[in-house]
C-alpha cells in the first residue's frame, strides 16, 4: 500500500464530499477500487442524502482580490487594439490570445472593468469544464478564465448556451490563452467567437506612466529623464522589454535618489535586485539552471551556442545526454533539448529574449538588460559553492570560437576573483582538459586573477609553478596569459616569465605550442604597447640574441614581425635613440643571420626600401640601419644585398643597395690579409 499527498484538487473533493453527506467516499488516484459485491458491469454508486439535495461541488471561482484589480488598473496603458478588443467584448464570450509574460491577464482585467468605477470581476479555474459551468444571475461584471487546457473542447452551442445568461446578468467572460502558430484563426473557425490578439504595451509608455506615479512633482519627474541619459530607451528599455519589468525600472528610477541617476547606476541596480530571485528559482529545475548559467556566461552570442552550453551542462551532471565536445554540432544540439522545455518559455521564465543580429540571418539570445549576468554570476559564487567544481570542468569545454573563449575566461576569472583565489585550486585540471580552448581559459582566468588583491598571491604562486612544469598545457597557458590582452602583468614581470618559459623549451613536439605561444606574447606586447613598452621589448629580444639556444632563436623569430607592423615607429626610434638603433642593426642582422627567418625579414627589408623608393627624397633611419649593418658585416645582411643586386630591375632598393655593396667590397679590401 502506498500513500500519496493530496492535490489542492483532490483536497477540494473530499472536503465537498464529506460536507455533502455521501454515505460513501473514495478517492484513489490512478486506482481502482471496488467497495462491493457487483453483479454486470463495474461501476461505483454513491447514494445521495434522503432530502434529495444537490450535491456540493468544490469552488473552482473566486473574486478578483480588490488589490490585484488595483494594481492591474493603476498606471494601465492601453495595448495596440485595446478600442477594438473593448467592441468585441459586446459578444459576451471573448477569447484574448497573447504571449505570457506580456501583460495579457493585466489587459484581460482591464478590459472587464473598463467603465465601472468599482467592478465585480470573478476569476474562474481554468480547469472547469465551462460546458457545465454557469454565471451568476446578478452581481457580478466579468468573468476571466486563464489557461483552459483544450479550448477546443468548447463548440459554438456551449457559447450559446453562455451567452444568453451572460448578457441577462449584464455581465462577459474572457478566455485568456497562450499564443501558439495558427491558435487565434484556428479558434476564430472552430468557435465563431471573437479573438482579440493580445499585443505588449510599448515599455517605454509603461515605465513613463509608472514613473509619473512615482514623482508627482513636474521638475523632479523631468529631472530624472535627464539624468538617465541619451541611452534610455536602447539599454534600460528594449523594445521587447516586458512591462512588469518596466515597471520595476521606474520604480527603481524613482528609489535611487532625488537628484536622478544615470543608466550605468539603474542598470546594476536592476540587475542585483533580479539576480537572486533567478537563481534561487532555477535551483529548484536544472533546466532552468543550466539555460541560467549557460545564458551569464554566453549571453550576446548565437542562439545556438547558449543552447549547446546549457546542454552539455545538463549531460555533465547526468540531467541531459552526454557528448563529447568533439562530437558537438549544433542540429545535434537542438535535437537534444527537442521536446524538453520550449526555449521560448525559458527565456520568458529568465528575463531573456532571442532578437535578430543586424545584417546577418544569426539569432543571438540575452537578457533584457545585459548586467544580469555577471550579476547572476556573483551571486552564484557567492552564495552557491557547491555550484562552484562543477562549472570548472563545463568551461573547460567551451567552443573554440574566439569569443566563446573570451566569455569563458571571464567566468572562471571571476570566480577566482570572487573567492578570493581559493577556486584557483580547479585550474590545473581545467587547463589539462584535452580539448584545446582549455589553456586559453585558464590563461584569461590567471591574467585576471594577478590584478585582484586577494587573489593575486595565489595566482602568482600558479604562474611561478607552473612556469617550470613538466606539462606544456601548462606551460602554455602562462605564456597567453603573458598576453597584454590576457593578463595585467607589467612588462618586466612576463618578460621574467616568458624567459623562464624559453628555459624550459626543448625540441620535443608538445613543447612547440609553448615555443609558438611565447613567440605570440612577445609579438602581442609590442604590437599594443607604447613606445616604452616596445622599447623595453626589444631591449629583452637584444640580450636574447646574444646569447645561444632556444631564446636566440625565438629573438630571430620575433623580430621580423615586430618590426613590420610598424615601420613609422622604428623610423622614428632610429633617429631618436642611439639604443633603439643600435639594438635594431644586432636584430635585423641576427634575423638575417637565421635561415628559417631569413625571409621573413628580407621582405621587411623590403617593404621598407619601397617606401623609401615611393618618397620625395631618401630615408634617413634606413639609410642609418643598413650603413650600421654593412659595418657589422654579418653574412645574413651579405645575402640580402647580393639578392637585390642580382634581382629583376623592378626590386626596390636598387640604387641604395648598389651603393651599400661598393661600400662593403671597399672595406672587405682595405682589409690586411695575411
Not at 636 to 656: H, I, N, S, Y
Request: hydrophobic share 45%; glycine share 8%.
Amino acid at each position: 500500500m502506498t500513500s500519496e499527498v493530496l492535490r489542492d484538487d483532490q483536497l477540494d473533493s473530499l472536503v465537498a464530499a464529506l460536507a455533502a453527506g455521501r454515505d460513501t467516499v473514495v478517492l484513489a488516484p490512478n486506482g481502482t477500487v471496488n467497495t462491493g459485491v457487483v453483479t454486470g458491469d463495474q461501476r461505483q454508486i454513491v447514494s445521495a442524502p434522503a432530502d434529495g439535495g444537490t450535491p456540493a461541488a468544490p469552488m473552482r471561482q473566486g473574486p478578483v482580490r480588490a488589490k490585484d484589480l488595483k494594481a492591474a488598473r493603476r498606471c494601465f496603458v492601453p495595448p495596440p487594439g485595446f478600442e477594438d478588443a473593448l467592441a468585441a467584448l459586446d459578444a459576451g464570450v471573448s477569447v484574448l490570445v497573447g504571449a505570457p509574460g506580456t501583460g495579457r491577464e493585466t489587459h484581460a482585467l482591464n478590459l472587464l472593468a473598463h467603465g465601472r468605477e468599482e467592478p465585480a470581476l470573478v476569476q474562474v479555474d481554468g480547469a472547469v469544464d465551462l460546458t457545465r459551468w454557469a454565471p451568476r444571475p446578478r452581481g457580478v461584471h466579468g468573468y476571466l478564465v486563464m489557461e483552459p487546457p483544450d479550448p477546443f473542447a468548447l463548440r459554438p452551442w456551449d457559447l450559446s448556451r453562455l451567452e444568453t445568461p451572460l448578457a441577462e446578468a449584464g455581465a462577459r467572460l474572457l478566455i485568456v490563452l497562450a499564443d501558439a502558430p495558427g491558435l487565434a484563426t484556428a479558434l476564430e473557425d472552430h468557435l465563431g467567437a471573437p479573438v482579440l490578439r493580445h499585443l505588449p504595451p510599448d515599455p517605454r509608455k509603461v515605465f513613463a506612466a509608472h514613473l509619473a506615479d512615482l514623482c508627482l512633482d513636474e521638475d523632479r519627474y523631468s529631472c530624472l529623464l535627464r539624468s538617465l541619459g541619451p541611452d534610455l530607451f536602447d539599454e534600460l528599455l528594449p523594445v521587447e522589454l516586458p512591462p512588469r519589468s518596466a515597471a520595476q525600472a521606474a520604480e527603481a528610477v524613482a528609489r535611487l535618489g532625488t537628484g536622478g541617476a544615470s543608466c550605468a547606476e539603474v542598470l546594476p541596480a536592476l540587475a542585483r535586485a533580479e539576480a537572486p530571485e533567478l537563481v534561487g528559482r532555477a535551483r529548484e529545475d536544472p533546466v532552468l539552471l543550466a539555460h541560467l548559467l549557460s545564458l551569464s556566461v554566453y549571453g550576446g552570442l548565437d542562439h545556438g551556442v547558449v543552447m549547446e552550453r546549457a546542454v552539455d551542462l545538463l549531460a555533465l551532471v547526468g540531467a541531459g545526454p552526454e557528448q563529447e565536445p568533439t562530437t558537438r554540432s549544433p542540429r545535434r544540439r537542438q535535437a537534444a533539448t527537442a521536446g524538453r522545455r520550449p526555449m521560448p518559455e525559458i527565456l520568458r521564465a529568465l528575463g531573456a529574449r532571442r532578437t535578430r543580429r543586424a545584417g546577418t540571418d544569426a539569432d543571438t539570445v540575452s537578457f533584457f538588460w545585459p548586467a544580469v549576468g555577471d550579476a547572476v554570476w556573483a551571486v552564484v559564487c557567492r552564495d552557491h559553492p557547491d555550484l562552484l567544481p562543477l562549472l570548472h570542468p563545463w568551461l573547460a569545454g567551451t567552443g573554440d570560437e574566439p569569443d566563446q573563449i573570451e566569455r569563458a575566461g571571464q567566468a572562471v576569472a571571476a570566480m577566482a576573483v570572487a573567492t578570493g583565489g581559493r577556486t584557483l585550486e580547479f585550474l590545473r585540471p581545467l587547463a589539462l582538459t584535452q580539448w584545446p580552448p582549455a589553456v586559453e581559459v585558464a590563461a584569461r582566468c590567471l591574467g585576471a586573477a594577478v590584478g585582484d588583491l586577494a587573489a593575486a598571491a595565489k595566482a602568482n604562486d600558479l604562474l611561478d609553478r607552473w612556469s617550470a612544469a613538466p606539462e606544456a598545457a601548462l606551460r602554455t597557458a602562462v605564456a597567453y596569459a603573458c598576453r597584454s590582452d590576457r593578463g595585467r602583468f607589467t612588462d618586466g614581470h612576463a618578460l621574467r616569465l616568458l624567459h623562464r618559459l624559453m628555459e624550459t623549451l626543448s625540441d620535443d613536439t608538445d613543447d612547440l605550442a609553448v615555443t609558438a605561444a611565447v613567440a605570440e606574447a612577445l609579438v602581442q606586447r609590442f604590437a599594443a604597447g607604447d613606445s616604452r613598452t616596445r622599447g623595453t621589448v626589444l631591449g629583452r629580444l637584444r640580450d636574447w640574441a646574444g646569447s645561444d639556444g632556444v631564446p636566440a632563436r625565438l629573438a630571430a623569430l620575433t623580430f621580423p614581425t615586430m618590426a613590420g607592423k610598424d615601420l613609422a615607429w622604428c623610423r622614428g626610434r632610429i633617429l631618436a635613440d642611439t639604443g633603439t638603433a643600435s639594438g635594431m642593426v644586432q636584430l635585423t642582422g641576427h634575423s638575417l643571420d637565421e635561415s628559417t627567418t631569413y625571409p621573413s625579414m628580407r621582405d621587411v627589408l623590403l617593404t621598407w626600401c619601397r617606401e623609401a623608393d615611393g618618397a620625395s627624397g631618401p630615408d634617413p633611419a634606413l639609410e642609418q640601419l643598413l650603413t650600421g649593418l654593412v659595418a657589422a658585416r654579418q653574412p645574413g645582411f651579405l645575402r640580402w644585398l647580393l639578392a637585390v643586386e642580382r634581382g629583376p630591375d623592378a626590386m626596390p632598393g636598387k640604387e641604395l643597395v648598389s651603393r651599400l655593396l661598393t661600400a662593403w667590397r671597399s672595406k672587405a679590401s682595405a682589409t690586411p690579409t695575411d
